[in-house]
């Protein structure tokens, strides 16, 4: 039963274009949302957040969008560098527990 | 401030043997989660301790067990190793949620992670 959803295990973008990376969730007691970038050999690196009570959170190139009603997370990258290329983890917390989607690989083109 | 560290980076071992793999949080950190990463399998959660108990565990078999010590210094156990086991496992820190800061609990710093092989 998987409660955190990331539905595209990869995503191609062309450089300085938007990059949109999805997350859909079904446990409604989930109340803050974390994206995590992983480089292979790395372990993942937090990138943003945002709590149940807001529905945009934005931090230079990356906002995340939050639709409650729809239980769905995206991560908007823009523009979209080289260095972006790596796998996104979509991540959702209720107490002391966090669960992790399955990642979206992210390749950015030249 | 030093990240998590994680030792040993690499290892490989044969079916039917036992593996310990050791983390150490970020100072000041009293929460350390484990993780299993494969391909298509996202982050897969093993257990969290939190001040030398364990206070949550994922759908892991017994195989997996963990431990913490009391400068909060954690690792993680794998008997009877199978040919599955092999992936990258991840260690991450958290500091205490704290009144009223959402964030503070939440946000999880990993290691570098160990990947085991199991041939």
């Known amino acids: 039963d998987q409660q955190v959803k990331q539905n595209s295990p990869s995503l191609s973008v062309q450089e300085g274009r938007i990059s949109i990376l999805n997350c859909d969730y079904t446990?409604?007691?989930?109340?803050?949302f974390l994206w995590y970038k992983k480089y292979p050999a790395e372990g993942p690196t937090f990138l943003i957040s945002?709590?149940?009570?807001?529905d945009k959170n934005e931090d230079g190139r990356f906002t995340v969008f939050l639709n409650k009603s729809a239980k769905h997370l995206s991560l908007h990258i823009v523009p979209s560098q080289p260095g972006d290329s790596a796998v996104y983890f979509c991540?959702?917390?209720?107490?002391?527990?966090?669960?992790f989607g399955k990642g979206t690989r992210l390749h950015i083109l030249p | 401030k030093a990240g998590v560290t994680q030792t040993p980076r690499y290892l490989i071992k044969t079916r039917g043997q036992q593996v310990t793999l050791s983390c150490s949080p970020i100072?000041?950190?009293?929460?350390v989660s484990w993780y299993q990463q494969t391909p298509g399998q996202g982050l897969q959660f093993l257990f969290e301790?939190?001040?030398?108990?364990?206070?949550n565990k994922g759908n892991f078999p017994g195989r997996f067990s963990g431990r913490q010590f009391s400068n909060s210094r954690s690792e993680m156990n794998v008997s009877t190793l199978e040919l599955g086991d092999s992936a990258l496992y991840l260690c991450?820190?958290?500091?205490?949620?704290?009144?009223?800061?959402?964030?503070?609990?939440?946000?999880?710093?990993f290691g570098p992670g160990t990947r085991l092989t199991v041939l």
């Open positions: 991450a820190s958290s500091p205490v949620r704290t009144s009223g800061d959402l964030s503070s609990y939440n946000e999880q710093f």
């Open positions: 446990n409604s007691m989930f109340d803050y």
């Open positions: 945002i709590s149940s009570i807001k």
């Open positions: 991540a959702a917390s209720a107490g002391d527990k966090i669960i």
């Open positions: 100072s000041g950190h009293r929460s």
């Open positions: 301790y939190f001040s030398e108990t364990q206070r």
